[in-house]
């Protein structure tokens, strides 16, 4: 099949790699020249993991290929996909569609059909509408269906849930339109992937009904982490304990400094919006946005207890900026709220990330960023762990307690035994456990 991807950022740029892997044609269009120069070279524009080879591999087998060209990159495709990005439009929270309104009218000046053109960004439900109404108008001859296929692929695992998804959902009108999306899909529902063929609406809500309850998983249990922390409890023992109950299954209960990326926040605040135009409030929601809100500031809080009497002046080394590990993402990432808080209070904040300084430095100008950890932990005050990063998991703790100013080791991933840490010379503190008496 010919297949167009518009937008080629994580989502096009793994959606396109992986259709092509399959046996597809594609293009994939952006309108960011140094990007598609880039991937012309072979360049990534992005860290993510595998994505490089897979890439390489379809471009030299001629199945994949980039072009700035809009109408040159849809002629003759058979299914064109919208994957241009929804941030959240200044000032109400509302998803910013712009980007998705623009490319269906660049879509509807070229189109001739028959294709499907296909919403994965994510999108409120009734943009699928919307994009139907701008082709009609533009093009009111051509063959074509507008489709929802929300994406479900996470930073850092892109490839393997794109080529091994949980589901594939489809929100089509029309049969004509879903009999091609299976063709699309085909590869993957003979691995038996469940194919769930929904109402366009059902499928754009799909998407953000799932983005608000893992959001909301997340929340649960740093809210049961603050609670063990004054109870005397311990929160890895208690999400354990509730995550091998298959109600409740064990992912997403691992308490940490609160959620970010370049979903969860975005899309909990766009839901919010589409709930109150429809007058069917989502309190539980509003909630989850409130306290992860709160809750990456208190961490910043928390080190600034960890530090002692007076903060201003210590140093600060934050291990892991991205907002996840295996991602050089650092959208809504709880470290810049970290930092905002140190900065305020005095304390002169280094970092360090194996991935994302490059995307870090602009977000956090007064950081100083470091090659390596030892190096930004030298005549540090504490170090605090905020991305749990394969390459921080093994940290040389006794090296670091070595070489740094006050030994206050901050675990907000809870990776470190405080027992390990403690006796390697370090003053632990974390998070989900009362502070060490002795600590
Ligand atoms: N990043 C994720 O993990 C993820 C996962 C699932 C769904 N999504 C959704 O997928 C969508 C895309 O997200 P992303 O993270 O890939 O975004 P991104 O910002 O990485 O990429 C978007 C790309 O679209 C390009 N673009 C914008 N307007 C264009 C136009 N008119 N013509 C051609 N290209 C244009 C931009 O230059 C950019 O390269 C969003 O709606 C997001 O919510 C993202």
Redo the contacts with the bound molecule.
């Keep these: 099949m010919r297949i167009a991807i518009?937008?080629?950022?994580?989502?096009?740029?793994?959606s396109g790699a992986c259709f092509s892997d399959f046996g597809h044609d594609v293009v994939c269009?952006?309108?960011?020249e140094a990007?598609i120069d880039a991937l012309e070279r072979g360049v990534m524009?992005?860290f993510e993991p595998g994505l490089g080879p897979l890439v390489a591999r379809n471009v030299a087998a001629g199945r994949l290929a980039f072009t700035?060209d809009?109408p040159a990159g849809i002629r003759d495709a058979e299914a064109i996909f919208i994957?241009?990005?929804?941030?959240s439009r200044r000032g109400d929270g509302h998803?910013d569609l712009s980007?998705?309104y623009?490319?269906a009218n660049?879509i509807a000046a070229e189109l001739k059909g028959p294709a499907v053109i296909v919403t994965?960004?994510?999108?409120p439900v009734g943009t699928g509408d919307e994009v139907e109404r701008i082709l009609r108008e533009a093009a009111p001859g051509a063959r074509a269906w507008v489709v929802s296929n929300?994406?479900?692929?996470?930073?850092g695992a892109?490839i393997e849930d794109f080529k091994h998804p949980d589901r594939i959902v489809i929100g089509a009108e029309d049969e004509e339109a879903a009999e091609i999306m299976r063709e699309v899909y085909r590869p993957l529902y003979l691995n038996k992937a469940p194919l769930l063929i929904t109402t366009r609406r059902s499928a754009e809500l799909i998407?953000y009904a799932a983005n608000a309850f893992l959001a909301t998983k997340i929340t649960f249990i740093n809210e049961i982490a603050d609670l063990c922390e004054a109870v005397g409890a311990e929160v890895q023992d208690v999400a354990r304990g509730i995550g091998l109950d298959g109600r409740i299954g064990a992912k997403f209960l691992h308490a940490g400094p609160g959620y970010g990326?370049?979903?969860f926040p975005?899309?909990t605040l766009a839901l919010l919006k589409t709930a109150e135009d429809h007058h069917a409030p989502l309190r539980i929601v509003e909630a989850v946005v409130k306290v992860n809100d709160a809750r990456k500031r208190a961490m910043g809080r928390k080190v600034i207890r960890a530090l002692g009497a007076e903060p201003r002046g210590k140093i600060v080394a934050l291990l892991g900026l991205a907002f996840k590990p295996n991602?050089d993402?650092m959208?809504d990432a709880p470290s810049l709220d970290i930092v905002q808080v140190l900065e305020d209070a005095g304390v002169s904040v280094r970092g360090y990330d194996p991935e994302s300084m490059e995307q870090a430095r602009p977000l956090m100008p007064n950081v100083e960023l470091f090659a390596n950890p030892y190096a930004a932990a030298q005549g540090a005050d504490a170090v605090v762990l905020v991305t749990e990063w394969d390459a921080l998991r093994a940290l040389d703790l006794k090296r670091l307690a070595a070489t740094m100013r006050q030994g206050v080791f901050v675990d907000l991933r809870n990776v470190y035994p405080p027992e390990d840490v403690e006796a390697d010379g370090l003053a632990w503190h974390g998070i989900g456990r009362a502070p060490r008496k002795d600590g």
């Design positions: 518009i937008g080629t950022g994580y989502v096009g740029l793994v269009v952006d309108k960011d990007k524009p992005i700035t809009l994957a241009v990005g929804t941030p998803a980007y998705v623009g490319v660049e994965k960004s994510t999108v929300p994406e479900f692929l996470r930073e892109a998407k990326g370049s979903c975005k899309d991602t993402d959208r």
